[in-house]
């Protein structure tokens, strides 16, 4: 059931591509180096053994120490030089090498969080890092995207505390299960039309990755379905809200 529910989200994206032109006075968007659309997600990991992890990334090519910055980058380099983005490593210009992907920051001995500027970043990230960190050492949690693409002129750094900053990982999993007896209780009602016609919209949210659980593709698919809801609205469709996605999925399949 959850892969029929995926194959027709993923089918009604590809019918209806939102692509990323803008009006005409609006100042061109921000991309990637790697030619992703520029959009902030933030992915949170648990810490089992801080000394393993530091050991894990100082042998790693791709990964630098960052001391002054209290961070280590994460570099298109190395051991991540195999990851395929829409722009090849061959593709971008030798003096600018290696880009940054990511950066990882420590919130103390316990968590830590993995800045990086592309959905398409997000997901290969995940995977990236589960190959080489053992699920002893650091287990990736949950996730925060920002759900607005941001013109050329407003990048907002390597840091995104500022856009992250009222996020709590200790509250999103019981906001996650909140959301999810709210929508229970309104399926028995009969009033699963009224939850449609919500038309709220966060500019930032949260929630579980649920990689270990459900693999990489249903992470992928709801943050396509963010990024849907962001393009649109930077084309100029200001009330376009994530439920306009579930009601078109659901006339699809009428």
């Avoid at 990637?32 to 100082?58: C, E, V, W």
């Avoid at 570099?75 to 940054?100: C, M, N």
């Amino acid at each position: 059931m959850v892969k029929n529910i995926l194959n027709n989200i993923t089918q009604l994206l590809k019918k209806t591509p939102a692509g990323t032109a803008a009006p005409s006075k609006q100042e061109p968007l921000l991309m990637t180096m790697t030619g992703d659309i520029f959009q902030p997600i933030r992915l949170y990991y648990r810490i089992h053994d801080k000394n393993a992890l530091n050991r894990i990334f100082s042998n790693l090519s791709c990964m630098s120490s960052d001391p002054r910055n209290e961070r280590w980058v994460w570099l298109y380099d190395g051991e991540a030089k195999a990851l395929k983005f829409k722009k090849s490593y061959s593709a971008i210009p030798k003096e600018r090498r290696p880009i940054v992907l990511g950066s990882f920051y420590s919130s103390g001995d316990n968590e830590m969080h993995l800045d990086v500027g592309s959905i398409e970043r997000a997901s290969k990230a995940i995977v990236f890092f589960d190959k080489r960190l053992k699920r002893t050492v650091a287990e990736v949690t949950y996730f925060a995207i920002y759900n607005k693409l941001l013109p050329q002129s407003e990048h907002p750094g390597s840091n995104f505390d500022t856009l992250f900053s009222e996020v709590k990982t200790d509250e999103i999993k019981a906001n996650q299960q909140a959301a999810i007896e709210r929508m229970k209780v309104a399926v028995k009602a009969g009033a699963f039309m009224e939850l449609l016609n919500d038309r709220s919209f966060k500019l930032v949210e949260a929630g579980p990755t649920n990689f270990y659980e459900d693999g990489i593709k249903s992470f992928e698919t709801s943050l396509n379905m963010r990024q849907h809801v962001a393009v649109k609205r930077w084309q100029g469709e200001p009330d376009f809200v994530f439920n306009d996605i579930i009601r078109a999925i659901a006339n699809n399949k009428n």
